[in-house]
Each structure stands twice: as structure tokens, then as C-alpha cells.
T-cell receptor, first 113, second 114 residues
Framework: DAKTTQPPSMDCAEGRAANLPCNHS???????VYWYRQIHSQGPQYIIH???NNETNEMASLIITEDRKSSTLILPHATLRDTAVYYC??????????????FGTGTRLQVTL | DAGVTQSPTHLIKTRGQQVTLRCSPK?????VSWYQQALGQGPQFIFQ???????QRGNFPDRFSGHQFPNYSSELNVNALLLGDSALYLC?????????????FGSGTRLTVV
């Protein structure tokens, strides 16, 4: 699985958009970009994933650059409850087999009043 | 609908002892994976069980072993505990036929080795 690089920490004011970047310059053509987050004392929670098109769900939006070497997770209106560590993960696509996740150290997002 | 349940939530053991952690997967899920998360680090994959067999394994010594039961629940066993085994142990379940968006994690077992 390709390696990812994320900033160690970011701050965001409540109500503003939080934009979390991720570099994955060695991503392969069949690898998807996944985002998980981990709120303190809880297990990681799936947020969103994509291959090459931008994706949006009820939690966030995922913007993947055309060359697929980087992506940005967008939380459109951050709240205090979004304070967490956010992990960007790349892995081979939906093979139907639930293979392992390779976590880095993630980005610690602090949402403030 | 209950998610992934792990027990116990906290545990303190002495070096050299053995420990067993338990996981009940989310209803409808048949694959169970275990992860170790040291303080300040991301979770590290230990192994995955499907159809009662270990299907994948991460870079962990043989002191770490597991089991999956016919009802899909799972146990993680660690023998000869070391201080470095102190960590949050996470269980994740998923249905076999879906990709990563099917993963559900439990809240983990906090193991402290003294």
C-alpha cells in the first residue's frame, strides 16, 4: 500500500470549513484514498473514500487531484465534535476482500470556539 | 443494532503474564481484524480472521495469537507480556463481500503492562 503524508496538526474555528490535506505521490492506479477519524478514547470511524472523482457524503467531501498524488478532506462546517485525529489511507480498491488498513500518524484537528 | 463490542475495556497485567482480549463483531459481519495502537501512534495491523482461520498477519511476533469462533466472535491472546505491549487494542469487523467502507471498529481494550 502507498505511503501517505499528513500535517501533524491543524486548527479550525467552529463553523468554518476544515480542509485536511494528504499527499500520496506513490499511489497506484488501482488504489483508493480512504479517510478515517478517531475521536479520543474511541475506535477509528470511516468517513469517506474515492478513486479519482470527487466524492461527497453526509459527513464530508473528498477532493482528489487530477494526477491523484494528493487529496483534501473537507468538513464544510466544523463543530467541536469534529475534534479528532484524521487518517488518510491508500490501499488497493474494493476487491471484495476486507484486507488490512495501514495507518500513519494522521492529522490532529482541533476545532475551537 | 449493536456495533463491535470489546471486553474488557481496561486491563492491568504484570510482565510475563498472559492476556486474552475478546471481540464480538457487528451483526452481519464475518471478518474480524485486530490492531494495536501505542500512545500517539496510528493503529498497527496484527492479524485478520475469516472462517475461523487467520488470513493475514502483520509484523507481530508469535506471542500474539488469535482465534475466531463459529459465531464470528474473536479472541486475541498475548503471551509473555512485555512492557512494550502496553497499548490500546482495537477490534474491527467487516462483511467479507464489501470493501473498506464496511469496517466498524470497537472502542478498544486499554492494556497496561507493569
Amino acid at each position: 500500500d502507498a505511503k501517505t503524508t499528513q500535517p501533524p496538526s491543524m486548527d479550525c474555528a467552529e463553523g468554518r470549513a476544515a480542509n485536511l490535506p494528504c499527499n500520496h505521490s506513490t499511489i497506484s492506479g488501482n488504489e483508493y484514498v480512504y479517510w478515517y477519524r478517531q475521536i479520543h478514547s474511541q475506535g477509528p470511524q470511516y468517513i469517506i473514500h474515492g478513486l479519482k472523482n470527487n466524492e461527497t457524503n453526509e459527513m464530508a467531501s473528498l477532493i482528489i487531484t487530477e494526477d491523484r498524488k494528493s487529496s483534501t478532506l473537507i468538513l464544510p462546517h466544523a463543530t467541536l465534535r469534529d475534534t479528532a485525529v484524521y487518517y488518510c489511507i491508500v490501499r488497493a480498491g474494493n476487491t471484495g476482500t476486507a484486507s488490512k488498513l495501514t495507518f500513519g500518524t494522521g492529522t490532529r484537528l482541533q476545532v475551537t470556539l | 443494532d449493536a456495533g463491535v463490542t470489546q471486553s474488557p475495556t481496561h486491563l492491568i497485567k504484570t510482565r510475563g503474564q498472559q492476556v486474552t482480549l475478546r471481540c464480538s463483531p457487528k451483526s452481519g459481519h464475518d471478518t474480524v481484524s485486530w490492531y494495536q495502537q501505542a500512545l500517539g501512534q496510528g493503529p498497527q495491523f496484527i492479524f485478520q480472521y475469516y472462517e475461523e482461520e487467520e488470513r493475514q498477519r502483520g509484523n507481530f511476533p508469535d506471542r500474539f495469537s488469535g482465534h475466531q469462533f463459529p459465531n464470528y466472535s474473536s479472541e486475541l491472546n498475548v503471551n509473555a507480556l512485555l512492557l512494550g505491549d502496553s497499548a490500546l487494542y482495537l477490534c474491527a469487523s467487516s462483511p467479507e463481500v464489501r470493501g473498506l467502507d464496511g469496517y466498524t471498529f470497537g472502542s478498544g481494550t486499554r492494556l497496561t503492562v507493569v
